[in-house]
């Protein structure tokens, strides 16, 4: 296969959804087809094996939620797919962000009986700002669920994207026959499926004008079908390849992971629409796929997957060019050449060694420290910076420090590769250096934090919540220090990992009123307004 073939050919993606849509159930079931695992039941099986491949972490097992996010790959018909699973849990959502930056496309997971929930929005919100092109598929079809006509309108009215269903159920509420296409006007009706989702199924097609579809449903049924697509034909959306990839039309599919129902046609249509990768902004101009040299970014960094060996992988997505094991490239925030050994790359059950990848490739890559997330590595002579990652606001703050004041060293190596990998935001707390300030985003990642300091550095943390629920950045005219600032009592002042000033604040009434009172100073949410 020639380099531009092989890149063409890729497929990179994420899985958004509410805990609970189907994610995992649909994973594995992509992977069934794809032939990388032979008997559905074993990603999910893994979700408590000792080093499961979606789940690293011991405390998901605990907490029965997926917390770290992770990259699956598969070959389906000349095609090779990079899935990216994002969390579920709202708390770590900085993380799932970083994920889908790293994605060309998303596959947004509904269930039919809930429509769309909290979380699906949130993650939707985030793929439409990056003008992805978004595929819908609302799973769990062989239940109860709701009306298709209203789940569309839904998905207009509170996403704000209109969909294209290109296929439909046949047979409502339980009592799921099949599935119609819209392209080829066809009908393709499952068998029982007798192995409870174990196996591929087999199917039926034909053309939805086929007498012998007429004989095979029941009256209402067929009816109730031809009424449907009437009205789709007549009233809904016009397909159009281009809203599909500006992310302003979503192509809608039926289906139901859990008994395979439509997943295959689901995953055959995907994979021609979805885009292959796509060029990328970088500080220095765009960067193609095709282009020859290599560069990538850093968009998450996994400590202690292995607690016995203390590694730590670097999982990045190859934006133009080819990799080969053991090539040499230039960090571009250090400045330093950096041989890329021992690449990774994770397959259903188990992560395998990589000699070669191509743009729109996630690979991981053991590092001992150099890289952080966000980071880029290019060849060549030409320097390439690719756009940081936009700083969450922390809402929720604590002051941690080590039990045990002996275990100080192994704390400030915890906090710091912690803090590398965008666990938590990290800050100096002023005039102390035996306690930190950690911001965050959700409550969870604390508990996360405490968790993996205790059993990945054997560090006992004291930690004691702060009531502050704002954090300012603030830039001070030159010829002002920050001791001229008036009426900050109420308020922390820290510093983050770029030594810049932060204010924390109890509520945004009291930051209001400190900003009123300090007119000359600048008061930033993110440091990237600075
Ligand atoms: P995740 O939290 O999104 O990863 O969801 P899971 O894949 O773990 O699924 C959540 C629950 O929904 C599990 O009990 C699944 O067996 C169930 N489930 C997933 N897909 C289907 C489906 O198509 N039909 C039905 N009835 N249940 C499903």
Redesign the pocket.
């Known amino acids: 296969m020639s380099f531009i073939d092989a890149i063409t050919h890729r497929r990179t993606f994420a899985i958004i959804?509410?805990?609970?849509?189907?994610?995992?159930?649909?994973?594995?079931k992509l992977l069934l087809y794809g032939g990388a695992i032979h008997l559905a039941g074993s990603v999910?099986a893994r979700?408590t094996a000792k080093h499961a491949v979606s789940d690293w972490m011991e405390i998901e097992k605990q907490r029965g939620?997926?917390v770290t996010s992770s990259v699956l790959q598969f070959d389906y018909e000349g095609h090779h797919i990079n899935i990216l699973d994002t969390p579920?849990h709202q708390d770590f959502s900085e993380d799932t962000y970083r994920t889908l930056m790293a994605a060309d496309s998303a596959v947004m997971?509904i269930?039919v009986a809930k429509g769309v929930e909290a979380q699906t929005k949130k993650l939707f919100k985030v793929c439409k700002e990056r003008h992805i092109p978004i595929f819908t598929f609302i799973?769990?079809?062989?239940?109860f669920g709701r009306n298709p006509f209203d789940l569309m309108d839904e998905i207009e009215s509170v996403l704000g994207i209109h969909a294209y269903p290109m296929n439909w159920p046949i047979g409502l509420n339980g009592n799921y026959q099949g599935i119609y296409d819209r392209r080829s006007a066809s009908i393709e009706l499952f068998a029982k499926d007798t192995s409870h989702?174990q196996q591929k199924l087999s199917s039926t097609k034909g053309s939805a004008a086929d007498p012998r579809f007429k004989e095979l449903l029941d009256d209402d049924v067929h009816k109730n079908l031809i009424d449907d697509i009437e009205l789709l034909d007549m009233a809904g959306d016009a397909f159009s390849a281009e809203q599909v990839a500006n992310g302003e039309l979503t192509p809608l599919f039926f289906?139901?992971?859990?008994?395979n129902?439509g997943v295959k046609p689901f995953l055959e249509s995907f994979l021609q629409m979805a885009p292959p990768p796509q060029p990328r902004h970088a500080k220095e101009g765009i960067v193609e796929p095709a282009d020859e040299e290599f560069s990538a970014f850093v968009f998450k960094i996994q400590a202690n997957m292995n607690p016995q060996h203390h590694d730590r992988m670097v999982f990045m997505r190859i934006c133009s060019g080819k990799f080969t094991k053991g090539m040499s490239v230039t960090h571009c925030q250090s400045g330093k050449t950096v041989r890329l050994m021992q690449p990774q790359q994770f397959l259903a059950t188990e992560r395998t060694g990589v000699e070669t990848a191509y743009a729109g490739d996630i690979i991981g890559i053991f590092d001992s420290g150099t890289m952080g997330v966000g980071d880029t590595l290019y060849t060549g002579k030409k320097k390439i910076t690719f756009k940081d990652f936009p700083t969450f606001p922390p809402e929720l703050f604590a002051r941690i420090r080590a039990k045990d004041s002996l275990k100080r060293k192994q704390f400030l190596k915890g906090m710091t590769q912690l803090a590398q990998e965008g666990a938590v935001q990290i800050y100096e707390n002023m005039g102390s250096l035996e306690s930190y300030i950690v911001g965050a985003v959700g409550p969870l990642q604390f508990e996360v934090l405490s968790y993996r300091l205790q059993h990945e550095y054997g560090v006992t943390l004291e930690m004691n919540r702060l009531p502050y629920t704002v954090a300012r950045w603030l830039a001070l005219p030159d010829t002002m220090a920050y001791s001229d600032l008036k009426n900050i009592d109420s308020a922390m002042a820290v510093k983050d990992h770029k030594q810049r000033l932060v204010l924390l604040i109890t509520t945004d009434w009291q930051t209001n009123w400190i900003a009123e009172r300090n007119p000359e100073v600048l008061f930033c949410s993110t440091p990237d307004e600075l």
């Open positions: 959804s509410h805990p609970d849509a189907g994610k995992t159930t649909l994973t594995e999910k979700k939620i997926s579920g997971l269930d799973n769990k079809i062989d239940h989702g289906g139901s992971a859990m008994t129902f």
